[in-house]
């Protein structure tokens, strides 16, 4: 082996475990948590707030209004007001993500219980079904594609944000980026943006999969048109 720099595998092989916090592994492990994290929170908020919104329509305008608003915040400086609350822990990062994330899926929920067609909420409602099993058997399996729609952008966001919390110490795989900002050097680099891209295309097939799972009559009616 030469004296010159390690090259990427190397690099890697020798930063992959090496039992300090800044091990390939540990940032990895620390993104995942601070990435899925906020997309379940997002989820757990906005499914309440979408089906109250599209039940009194005169708290969407106000809800998305005030959503929007928390969505243009930049998150850098909202990490750093949170400092203070939170301090240098993941929370700080979490919290913020999650809001955002809640910004998106409020419209998602919405735009699919939209989407939901009159005629099938009128069959439903002559069947005898009451309004909460018309909505867990009719109205919510309809929506599932446009709010897993939401939610596919709310992972890919999420999963891309957190590095930005490398600049409070609490940025995942962004901690390679910094580092690698301290001392000028590829391999960092290359391995963030590879592991980050990686995350974000695993995340988006899982809720693709979901989404046929949980929608078997989408492929059936594609089987039948074709």
């Given at each position: 082996?030469?004296?010159?720099?390690?090259?990427?595998?190397?690099?890697?092989?020798?930063?992959?475990?090496?039992?300090?916090?800044?091990?390939?592994?540990?940032?990895?492990?620390?993104?995942?948590?601070?990435?899925?994290?906020?997309?379940?929170?997002?989820?757990?908020?906005?499914?309440?707030?979408?089906?109250?919104?599209?039940?009194?329509?005169?708290?969407?305008?106000?809800?998305?209004?005030?959503?929007?608003?928390?969505?243009?915040?930049?998150?850098?400086?909202?990490?750093?007001?949170?400092?203070?609350?939170?301090?240098?822990?993941?929370?700080?990062?979490?919290?913020?993500?999650?809001?955002?994330?809640?910004?998106?899926?409020?419209?998602?929920?919405?735009?699919?219980?939209?989407?939901?067609?009159?005629?099938?909420?009128q069959s439903a409602v002559?069947?005898?079904?009451?309004?909460?099993?018309?909505?867990?058997?009719?109205?919510?399996?309809?929506?599932?594609?446009?709010?897993?729609?939401?939610?596919?952008?709310?992972?890919?966001?999420?999963?891309?944000?957190?590095?930005?919390?490398?600049?409070?110490?609490?940025?995942?795989?962004?901690?390679?980026?910094?580092?690698?900002?301290?001392?000028?050097?590829?391999?960092?680099?290359?391995?963030?943006?590879?592991?980050?891209?990686?995350?974000?295309?695993?995340?988006?097939?899982?809720?693709?999969?979901a989404q046929r799972l949980?929608?078997?009559?989408?492929?059936?009616?594609?089987?039948?048109?074709?």
């Amino acid at each position: 082996m030469g004296d010159g720099p390690p090259s990427l595998w190397e690099w890697i092989g020798r930063n992959w475990d090496t039992g300090r916090v800044d091990s390939i592994s540990n940032l990895l492990t620390d993104h995942l948590v601070m990435s899925f994290m906020p997309i379940l929170l997002a989820l757990v908020v906005a499914l309440p707030l979408g089906l109250a919104c599209a039940r009194w329509r005169w708290l969407y305008q106000p809800t998305s209004g005030l959503m929007n608003v928390v969505y243009a915040l930049p998150s850098l400086p909202v990490f750093m007001l949170l400092i203070s609350v939170t301090g240098l822990s993941q929370t700080t990062v979490i919290i913020p993500l999650a809001f955002y994330g809640t910004a998106v899926l409020i419209p998602a929920v919405v735009d699919g219980l939209d989407s939901v067609p009159d005629h099938v909420r009128q069959s439903a409602v002559a069947m005898g079904f009451t309004p909460l099993r018309r909505l867990l058997a009719v109205e919510l399996p309809i929506a599932v594609p446009v709010v897993l729609a939401g939610l596919r952008v709310v992972a890919v966001s999420s999963i891309s944000l957190v590095s930005v919390g490398a600049l409070i110490g609490q940025g995942g795989l962004g901690g390679l980026f910094t580092r690698a900002y301290q001392n000028p050097f590829m391999p960092p680099v290359i391995t963030g943006i590879v592991l980050i891209v990686a995350l974000a295309l695993v995340a988006d097939g899982l809720l693709v999969l979901a989404q046929r799972l949980l929608t078997p009559w989408v492929r059936a009616r594609k089987g039948t048109a074709s």
